[in-house]
């Protein structure tokens, strides 16, 4: 039986006044390391659910005291070991899918409001936990939005108290799990979340997909320096400072995500949310993703059709790669998807008109 165990709550420098504002022109952000924000002049404040959460480790079954939105699985071993069962459900595989970790795999699966679940492992898989997620229905909690929308260079862009960042979750014994270290920007990441498809409630994904990487991965935040929905409305992922700049910090540089082992320093990630295996993404997450990498590549004087060698600045590592890239270029993951990934092309040219 699982055993239960308790929830764990260069290039020309980017300037705010340019690179991220507000629709009246005033540089933007929420002013607080806090998970609320302030409620200081230029914001409102917005209700969004809290983040429930309860925790188990090992295979078996496992029993929530709510209704669960995902459940989040990390294991240590073959990267595609694991496997959840929801209640009259059958066996799903899970894989690492794009939140790869170094030593085995993590996954958010969507519990589609389940109170139960099983999970197991195959041979040579150990240290397996599990995480039921619910970002939909827990109690209330006040963020201090921005009154006006953001948006980087035309691009408009969800800050992260506009999507409901519990900015506690980037802490830990009381100190930033994850100090924010900031490089020049070489290249940028696609990926796919690997989540539903039709998602009804992108920003709940988000929060979802939050709790994955911070808490459970132990990254001390999201991966990912922006997200996109099948609607095409971009989101602000990784912490990057008060100053406004989404991604980066007010002398140009790149915030170090977890998108992409082995390759983070000085890499922009960029997630669809979805599955992009199959099903290639929307015309308006498409449209979306090329403005956002146009923008960025023009403040950053990158060639969005170039072939770079990637120089890690933290340990020296090399790679020849394109300035575009695949998260399969950088890791053995089927991230972005078949179907993204054959497009990245199309996204380059069109990112370089």
Same mark, same amino acid.
């Given at each position: 039986m699982i055993g239960a165990a308790a929830a764990v709550a260069g290039a020309a420098a980017v300037t705010p006044a340019v690179f991220a504002a507000t629709d009246s022109g005033s540089a933007d952000g929420d002013g607080t390391g806090s998970? %609320?924000?302030t409620g200081g002049s230029g914001t409102t404040p917005e209700k969004f659910p809290a983040t429930r959460t309860e925790a188990a480790t090992g295979t078996g079954e496992a029993t929530t005291a709510f209704a669960a939105s995902y459940v989040g699985v990390r294991w240590s071993g073959a990267k595609e070991g694991a496997a959840i069962r929801l209640a009259d459900g059958g066996w799903q595989t899970v894989t690492a899918g794009c939140s790869a970790v170094e030593d085995g795999g993590s996954a958010l699966v969507a519990a589609q409001?389940? /109170? +139960?679940?099983? =999970? &197991?492992? !195959?041979g040579g898989v150990s240290d397996v %936990? !599990?995480?039921?997620?619910? =970002? *939909?229905?827990? $109690?209330?909690? /006040? #963020?201090h939005v921005p009154s006006? $929308? *953001?948006?980087?260079r035309g691009v408009r862009y969800l800050s992260r108290p506009a999507w409901g960042a519990?900015? %506690? &979750?980037?802490y830990k014994d009381g100190k930033v799990n994850s100090p924010e270290k900031y490089y020049p920007l070489q290249i940028i990441t696609v990926h796919h979340t690997a989540t539903p498809n039709n998602d009804p409630d992108p920003?709940? /994904? =988000?929060?979802?997909i939050y709790e994955l990487h911070a808490i459970t991965n132990d990254w001390g935040d999201i991966g990912y320096h922006f997200l996109i929905d099948e609607s095409g409305t971009v989101y602000e992922g990784r912490y990057s400072g008060d100053d406004g700049i989404p991604a980066f910090n007010p002398d140009g540089d790149l915030v170090t995500g977890f998108h992409s082992v082995g390759y983070n320093s000085? +890499?922009?990630?960029? +997630?669809?949310?979805? *599955?992009? /295996?199959e099903n290639g993404p929307t015309d308006a997450a498409k449209e979306s993703l090329i403005r956002l990498i146009k923008v960025i590549c023009r403040f950053k004087g990158l060639d969005p059709q170039a072939r770079v060698t990637y120089v890690n600045p933290v340990n020296g590592t090399k790679k020849d790669t394109n300035t575009i890239g695949?998260?399969?270029?950088? #890791?053995? *993951?089927e991230c972005p998807g078949q179907v993204m990934y054959d497009l990245l092309g199309e996204i380059r040219a069109a990112a370089a008109r």
């Open positions: 998970g %609320s924000g409001n389940a /109170t +139960a679940y099983e =999970v &197991k492992a !195959s %936990s !599990s995480l039921a997620i619910d =970002v *939909t229905d827990g $109690p209330g909690r /006040t #963020f006006e $929308p *953001t948006r980087v519990d900015e %506690s &979750k980037r920003a709940a /994904t =988000v929060r979802a000085g +890499a922009l990630g960029i +997630a669809l949310i979805g *599955t992009l /295996t695949g998260h399969r270029d950088y #890791f053995a *993951t």
